[in-house]
Every structure is written in C-alpha cells, then in structure tokens.
C-alpha cells in the first residue's frame, strides 16, 4: 500500500519566527555576503535600507532591512498629487457625528457595489489618538471584490494588521508573498509597498492600522518559555520580486491625506533583501491558550496575541486579543465574560461561530465597540444560561472572536454612525437583567 506523503511542519515560501534577523535571494548570488553596501551590487542591483526604528533605538528594538532592488525607491515616485479614499479616516476624527456614547453593534457591513480594492474598500469605523503624535490606532472593516492591478500603495501612518473574515488575499509586497485566509492574520509594516490580490472571490474582514510603535509578542512572565503565541509560527516570506515595465501608480496614505504617482513599472522589484523589518502572517490556530483550570475567569490579557506597547508599561497603544476555541473547566464559576467597565476601549470582531457572552446579534462579520468606560458584559441570555447550567467540562468548538483594545478613546467615524447594519436596539440585549435581590441570602 502506498504511504500517504508526509507532511512537512516547514510552510513552503516563508522563514519562520518572530523579530529574526532574515536572509533570503530570488536570484542566487543576489545578497552581498559581510557587507551591506558593496562598491556595486550583483545584478546591478541597488542597495537600499528600509527603517522601522530610529537609528539609535535599543536593539531589542532597532528594526530594518536592508533591500536589493531594480531601482531604488526614489525612481518608484515622481511627483505626488492628492487623491481621495473617502471612507480611508485617520485619528484624529472628531466630531464627525452627533450620536450619543453608547455600547454600539453592527451587523456586518455591506459590500460596496462599486469596484473596491484593498485599499478603496476600507471603510474606518474608529479612530483613537492622533497620527501627528504616532499615539493611538484606527479601526476598520475592508471589503474588497476587486484585485489590484498594476496598483502599488504604501502606508506612512502606521503598521497594518490584517485580519480576514471571509474569503482570502494575497499580499504581494516588496519583500514577498503573503497569503492570508480566514484564521490566519499578516502584518504590512510602516512604508512597506504591495498590491493586494483577491484569492477566492470578495474579500472582508478587519483592520487595525496602529500609528504607534510596532506590535510585538507579549513577555509570557510565569507561563515560562512557551504556549500564547510562539515565535515559530509567525511566517515571513521568502524574497520575489516583480520586473514589470508596465504604467503604474502607487498611492500613499501620509499624515491621514492621500497621494498619488504614477510610474512606468512595478516598485515591487526587490531581488534580495537581509534584515528584521519585513512583513508576517500568523496562524491564530497556532495560539496555544492558558487559561483558568480551577475556577473563576481570568482578565482577557491571557489571550493576548500581540501587543504594541504605548511606553507606558502595561497600557498599550493596542492590544491584539483572540477567543479562540477552548476548553472551559472553571467550577463553581460564572464561567463567560463578567459584567465590566474598562479604561480601555474595546473594538470586537466575529471571524467565525458564536461568542460566549453574546449568543446572538454578534455574527461573523460584524463589529461591536464598548468605548472606554461604558459598562457591558454577558447578555440576558447568557447570563441566565452560564448562571444556571451544570458546569461540567465543555469545549468551546468552531468559534474565533478578536478585540483590538487601546488606551485611547475610539470616536466613530460618520460611515460607523449611518451604516445600515448598525443595531440600534444594541443594549435591549440587557433588558432582560431583573433584580434578582429579594434581602434575602
Ligand atoms: O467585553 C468583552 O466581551 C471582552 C472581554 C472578555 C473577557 O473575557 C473579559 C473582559 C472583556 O472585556
Ligand atoms: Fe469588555
């Protein structure tokens, strides 16, 4: 009998880890050897070097990669005119509405009849902080059913993270390729250029475009040296490149305005490149959870994926959390998500199944925000249901939830504030919550 092939635990096309000083050529003998800048490059090539930190950034914290290209960057603009990308919003966003605080939910956002790309397909829901001051994030829904052609983008404000719902894309960028499907998150670093590609028909899902310093992997204290999200399983892609003479434009979102160029080829030309600032993908299946194997419930910072610190310790500029699928085991618990309020605010998304705390009205796709201090917590359902059930060991299946949470105020944009999928009647979710207080024990 014929064996099955193995299956090998190496993800073809990418170098794992996280943060790694990388090396990687398209085309042998393209990366000089010892050096950075040689008198001329193989190919001739041009040597060019990308920062993501100040020079004299600690080195656990200096980031950049030296590229070896067909041009060097500079020969991928001419001159710059604005353009527009009307639901593109950057912090700070005020005032762009008058709807009361409140805790807020949407279905999911309808995909646009026009042509949409990646980058014409963003609709901003949130903005928190301010681009000028490199403090806070944006966050948003894309949806796209178009691909990008001969189309280039760059984003100068801030780092994206990508996160699919549905259907899948592929990244081509200046340092390779990335292929993202729904489960799976990539990483698109500060003035790094790509063209998004749609891979299985339209494409939505959600966006975190952090204008702070980068995101990194949480320190794990007494957990040790492993589980939450491990470094082997953040995937960087190998070096490709793209030598097309073909009329092109790349845009560029700068100071939350957008800029156009237009160029006779492809600026994803990048033959070599060595370094540690580069674009990534992450399985989230590949998060191992630590949890409460006793009882009660622990602070959602357990599940944090990534986190991008704000300089002041503990308070992030974001937090990236998942509720992956988990055993609950907790006894004598009230085992969901409590009743709360938080300093911190707190934007949710739905890739797939149920979350616990709301059983309905949060459906895959859609987006629910409790703003910094604004009291949530498990609906009537839940709370009847968790507050009553026999707690035997139960597993968590086919479910996968995320918040973006950040020390600052999120402000609604006036897209979040008139989309149709917005559920006014949000908070009735609670209304079922009697007093339950008789004075007696
Ligand atoms: O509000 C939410 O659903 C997110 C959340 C989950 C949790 O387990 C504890 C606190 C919290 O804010
Ligand atoms: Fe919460």
Same mark, same amino acid.
Request: charged fraction near 20%; glycine fraction near 10%; proline fraction near 9%.
């Given at each position: @009998?014929?064996?099955?092939?193995?299956?090998?635990?190496?993800?073809?096309?990418? +170098?794992?880890? !996280?943060?790694?000083?990388?090396?990687?050529?398209?085309?042998?003998?393209?990366?000089?050897?010892?050096?950075?800048?040689?008198?001329?490059?193989?190919?001739?090539?041009?040597?060019?070097?990308?920062?993501?930190?100040?020079?004299?950034?600690? =080195?656990?914290?200096?980031?950049?990669?030296?590229?070896?290209?067909?041009?060097?960057?500079?020969?991928?603009?001419?001159?710059?005119?604005?353009?527009?990308?009307?639901?593109?919003? &950057?912090?700070?966003?005020?005032?762009?509405?008058?709807?009361?605080?409140?805790?807020?939910?949407?279905?999911?956002?309808?995909?646009?009849?026009?042509?949409?790309?990646?980058?014409?397909?963003?609709?901003?829901?949130?903005?928190?902080?301010?681009?000028?001051?490199?403090?806070? +994030?944006?966050?948003?829904?894309?949806?796209?059913?178009?691909? +990008?052609?001969?189309?280039?983008?760059?984003?100068?404000?801030?780092?994206?993270?990508?996160?699919?719902?549905?259907?899948?894309?592929?990244?081509?960028?200046?340092?390779?390729?990335?292929?993202?499907?729904?489960?799976?998150?990539?990483?698109?670093?500060?003035? @790094?250029?790509?063209?998004?590609?749609?891979?299985?028909?339209?494409? =939505?899902?959600?966006?975190?475009?952090?204008?702070?310093?980068?995101?990194?992997?949480?320190?794990?204290?007494?957990?040790?040296?492993?589980?939450?999200?491990?470094?082997?399983? !953040?995937?960087?892609?190998?070096?490709?490149?793209?030598?097309?003479?073909?009329?092109?434009?790349?845009?560029?979102?700068?100071?939350?305005?957008?800029?156009?160029? =237009?160029?006779?080829?492809?600026?994803?030309?990048?033959?070599?490149?060595?370094?540690?600032?580069?674009?990534?993908?992450?399985?989230?299946?590949?998060?191992?959870?630590?949890?409460?194997?006793?009882?009660?419930?622990?602070?959602?910072?357990?599940?944090?994926?990534?986190?991008?610190?704000?300089?002041?310790?503990?308070?992030?500029?974001?937090?990236?959390?998942?509720?992956?699928?988990?055993?609950?085991?907790?006894?004598?618990?009230?085992?969901?998500?409590?009743?709360? @309020?938080?300093?911190?605010?707190? !934007?949710?998304?739905?890739?797939?199944?149920?979350?616990?705390?709301?059983?309905?009205?949060?459906?895959?796709?859609?987006?629910?925000?409790?703003?910094? @201090?604004?009291?949530?917590?498990?609906?009537?359902?839940? !709370?009847?249901?968790?507050?009553?059930?026999?707690?035997?060991?139960?597993?968590? &299946?086919?479910?996968?939830?995320? +918040?973006?949470?950040?020390?600052?105020?999120?402000?609604?944009?006036?897209?979040?504030?008139?989309?149709? &999928?917005?559920?006014?009647?949000?908070?009735?979710?609670?209304?079922?919550? &009697?007093?339950?207080?008789?004075?007696?024990?």
């Amino acid at each position: @009998m014929m064996e099955a092939p193995m299956k090998s635990a190496i993800l073809a096309g990418y +170098m794992p880890g !996280f943060g790694n000083d990388f090396e990687t050529e398209a085309l042998t003998g393209a990366l000089p050897s010892g050096q950075n800048s040689p008198q001329r490059c193989a190919y001739g090539l041009y040597a060019e070097q990308l920062s993501g930190s100040p020079f004299t950034a600690p =080195r656990g914290i200096n980031e950049r990669s030296w590229l070896y290209r067909i041009r060097p960057s500079v020969k991928h603009t001419g001159r710059f005119t604005r353009t527009d990308i009307p639901f593109w919003k &950057t912090a700070p966003c005020l005032d762009e509405h008058d709807l009361a605080i409140g805790q807020l939910r949407w279905g999911p956002p309808p995909m646009p009849n026009a042509a949409t790309t990646f980058v014409t397909g963003i609709r901003t829901m949130t903005t928190a902080g301010d681009v000028n001051t490199q403090t806070g +994030m944006a966050a948003a829904v894309f949806l796209v059913n178009r691909s +990008m052609e001969d189309e280039y983008f760059f984003n100068a404000d801030g780092e994206m993270l990508v996160v699919p719902q549905s259907g899948g894309l592929r990244f081509w960028t200046e340092l390779g390729r990335i292929d993202v499907t729904p489960g799976e998150i990539c990483i698109i670093p500060r003035g @790094m250029k790509f063209r998004a590609e749609l891979l299985d028909g339209p494409a =939505r899902g959600y966006l975190c475009e952090n204008y702070g310093a980068k995101f990194t992997l949480p320190d794990r204290g007494p957990i040790g040296a492993n589980c939450l999200a491990n470094p082997r399983d !953040f995937k960087t892609p190998v070096a490709a490149f793209e030598d097309k003479e073909t009329p092109s434009e790349l845009t560029v979102k700068w100071g939350g305005k957008f800029y156009v160029t =237009r160029i006779g080829h492809s600026p994803l030309d990048v033959v070599a490149w060595h370094g540690n600032y580069a674009p990534y993908k992450y399985d989230l299946r590949t998060f191992s959870p630590v949890g409460a194997i006793l009882f009660d419930h622990p602070d959602p910072s357990i599940f944090t994926v990534m986190t991008a610190p704000s300089g002041e310790e503990g308070t992030a500029n974001v937090d990236f959390v998942i509720f992956p699928e988990r055993w609950s085991v907790a006894e004598h618990s009230f085992r969901p998500p409590w009743f709360h @309020m938080n300093i911190m605010s707190e !934007f949710m998304g739905l890739i797939y199944g149920q979350y616990d705390a709301k059983p309905d009205g949060f459906v895959p796709g859609g987006i629910s925000l409790h703003n910094c @201090m604004l009291p949530h917590g498990p609906d009537a359902t839940a !709370f009847e249901k968790a507050s009553t059930v026999e707690l035997k060991p139960h597993k968590l &299946t086919d479910t996968l939830a995320f +918040m973006f949470e950040t020390r600052f105020p999120q402000h609604l944009t006036s897209y979040a504030a008139s989309v149709e &999928t917005l559920q006014t009647d949000y908070i009735d979710c609670w209304a079922g919550l &009697t007093k339950k207080f008789t004075g007696a024990p």
